[in-house]
């Protein structure tokens, strides 16, 4: 079932989401492909050829959620290519783009066009460059990763329209066949909801598509949801606002192009007064048993067994967990047990009076990879609060930070250590290279993930600079 292609003249921020109808825009792009990734973020090695990035979640300019593209390069090379803006009310331009070696580029969709929501493919003549998307609101802000490729399912673990909360799904098909999708939503209360408006959606290429879900289920505090294409393939991406109980924030969050077996969290903080929940969703029909493995510097180890129904939901409130660190930094790994696909998420929300934004939500790393391409903070970002490397290993791993150089005739900046599997290696504020202000490359020996919490925000893990790992 399809809705018109007719969008709102005048578009406002109502419970952070735009005031537009559901599910429309047309507009014409290309260049996708299609293929069963674990990780729909991989950086495709420099020197193997060229890369493409797709990036959905954002709204236009003066809207609730205005989008900035950010592409970098921490290889020794130049990267050049197109840069395609495409709007839900059908607009769609190109303009090339060049990322300079070791540097970053910015792009905002709304100045290439006009539109509630908008969406962008970046085609580039080389690998060894990431893309992420950053979002900006009078909420606050949210960085998320975009996708280097397109899929049949997207998955994700939470989401809340718990009284003036909001949650849009923006779903983009960059590439040149037309796709149809389903989307299917499961409650706080463990019930499935197929909408039919939701149902056999047509996605011409190029589309955007925008679907939201307190149109069908309203005030729930915490849903799953998973939108599936029946042909084609997709990009999908959750856009969260928050402003119940007090707690302002907003969250751009890419769906899991799979359910995993394995996430991690490389480092999580409670501090008093706030809050952090994990939120697992079993989208299968087989129930998966989880074991929950976190380590801290400070404390000893905590394994939790938990069991995801099948086709449900699953909250883990950390401060119930009384070994979990308050006020300390730990890591958090996700396993299951009797290999059924689970997708984790975590929620953090700071103490009343803390700095915008309050509230955010942040996808789990899934499985590890050995190389990681960190982009520094840009705006609305200013400094790293933390820098933390997980190690995913069953034995130490060594790390090196290759930080760009800060000038065509400097040398890269390097930094080494080693990190244990029972607790993340944690650097507050200035890190190694430094971590954050720079492009970064991360190698180890081992399997690890990382995580950079910038500032200004109201407590750590509520918007996190995405790593993407490098193939």
Known sequence: MRRA???????????????????????TAGGSRAAPVVSATEVVPAGQGTSSWFCTGGSGAGASAEATVVMTNPTGQVARGTFTAVSSSGARRSLPVTVAAGGMTTVVPAHAVSGPWLAA????????????????????????????????????????????NGVALSIYNPGAAEAVVDTELVTSEQKVLQPAAYQGVDIPPGSLVTEYVSDHDENDPGFAASVTAVSGSVV??????????????IAVVLGAPTAATEWAFPVTQQVSGGQVAFHLYDPGRRAAHVTMIAGSTGGPSLSKALTVPGHGTLVLDAARQTTLPVGAPFSTRFVSTNRVGVVVSRVSLAARGGASP??????????????????????????????????????????????????????????????????????????????????????????????????????????????????
Not at 6 to 25: C, H, I, Q, R
Not at 121 to 132: A, C, K, N, P, Y
Not at 403 to 421: K, Q, Y
């Open 5 to 27: 292609a007719t969008v709102a003249a005048a578009v406002a921020v109502v419970g952070g989401m735009l005031a537009v109808d559901a599910t429309v825009g047309r507009a």
């Open 121 to 164: 493919s970046v085609v580039l003549d080389r690998g060894g460059i990431g893309v992420d998307e950053t979002v900006a609101s009078p909420l606050g802000w949210s960085e998320a990763p975009c996708a280097s490729s397109t899929a049949r399912s997207w998955y994700f673990a939470d989401g809340s329209t718990a009284g003036s």
């Open 236 to 249: 999908v991406a959750e856009l969260q606002s928050y402003q119940a109980a007090g707690a302002r924030g």
């Open 358 to 471: 309050q509230q955010g939500m942040t996808a789990g790393t899934v499985a590890g990879a050995r190389q990681w391409v960190l982009p520094a903070i840009t705006s609305p970002g200013k400094t790293p609060w933390s820098f933390a490397v997980q190690d995913l290993a069953s034995s130490p791993v060594s790390v090196t930070m290759t930080g760009a150089a800060a000038s065509s005739t400097g040398s890269p900046r390097v930094a080494r250590f080693t990190v244990s599997p029972s607790a993340p290696k944690v650097f507050g504020g200035a890190s190694p290279v430094p971590a954050g202000l720079v492009p970064t490359v991360v190698s180890a020996s081992g399997p690890v993930a990382v995580e950079l919490d910038p500032e200004p925000i109201g407590a750590p893990g509520v918007v996190v600079v995405p790593a993407l790992p490098l193939r």
